[in-house]
């Protein structure tokens, strides 16, 4: 088996052979959020069955694609689907997508998210961009051998989402009167949602947001020195004394409709990239 670094050789030259651009950007759109990529014209779709090395994707609305064109007048990768601890991956599978956008050029990771809320002055359907966060997973995907081609040893994480995209963030939502808010997102493995316990824990311990995917990308995107704007969408209320069973269709309808405004932020944010 070749190691890492020639997997993602591999994977990159085969993306190039199909698109030969170096995008400005790579982008994760997560559940409910596919319909950025009608944004992006001069579009080359690839499935991910035709990149070497590239996982499937198994949960609900992830079509498994990568969509390659132009989003905001700039170059773009965009997952359309990606890939979740809770599907069996392990966290080095779950990244290597943002490897493969760092070997094909791009020196930012746009990372969308939908996550339930734990800050009981956030509605449903309000978009957060991430400002920090914390790895409940039990992993990371640093753990081993280190190769010093993909990245240093020890990265420093203090600002692992970038500030000047935050600013920007929230200077585009400000002029498009998107509700916007900013905060921490914490990331647990799942595929269960959490008890009324776990959801007091939670937010006791500093999150406001809690989803299953997001941080192992930030951490690789940090480690390959790539800048990180986060975004999270709302998508239901994970208040522990008004806690309900969640309705997994409701929380799809939420980020849909939700989606409208975060095609805007995205696309907006590229274009100024």
């Known amino acids: 088996m070749p190691d890492l670094f020639d997997q993602i050789q591999e994977a990159a030259t085969a993306i190039r052979a199909k698109w030969p651009h170096a995008p400005a950007a790579g982008i994760i759109l997560g559940t409910g959020l596919g319909k950025l990529t009608e944004d992006i014209s001069d579009q080359t779709v690839i499935p991910y069955e035709a990149i070497p090395h590239f996982p499937r994707s198994t949960a609900p609305t992830h079509k498994g694609q990568l969509v390659c064109g132009v989003l905001g007048g700039k170059p773009v990768v965009v997952m359309e689907g990606r ?15 943002v490897r493969v956008m760092k070997a094909l050029g791009a020196g930012a990771l746009v990372v969308s998210n939908a996550c339930g809320g734990m800050n009981p002055q956030w509605n449903k359907g309000d978009l957060m961009l991430i400002e920090d966060h914390i790895n409940l997973l039990g992993d990371n995907p640093l753990i081993g051998p280190n190769d010093d081609r993909l990245g240093d040893r020890f990265p420093d994480m203090c600002n692992c989402y970038d500030r000047a995209l935050l600013k920007l963030g929230r200077q585009i939502a400000t002029d498009e009167r998107i509700v916007c808010h900013q905060g921490v997102f914490v990331a647990v493995s799942g595929p269960n949602l959490e008890t009324r316990a776990e959801y007091r824990f939670l937010r006791g311990i500093g999150a406001d947001v809690v989803g299953m995917s997001t ?21 239901d209320q994970c208040l522990p004394d008004a806690l309900e069973p969640v309705s997994i269709p409701e929380i799809i309808a939420t980020a849909n409709e939700a989606e409208k405004k975060l095609r805007v932020l995205v696309r907006r944010v590229v274009a100024q990239l």
């Open 83 to 97: 890939f979740h601890f809770y599907e069996g991956y392990t966290l080095q599978q779950v990244t290597f997508p």
């Open 215 to 235: 941080v192992p990308e930030v951490i690789v995107a940090v480690h390959a020195k790539m800048r990180v704007l986060g975004i999270s969408v709302i998508t």
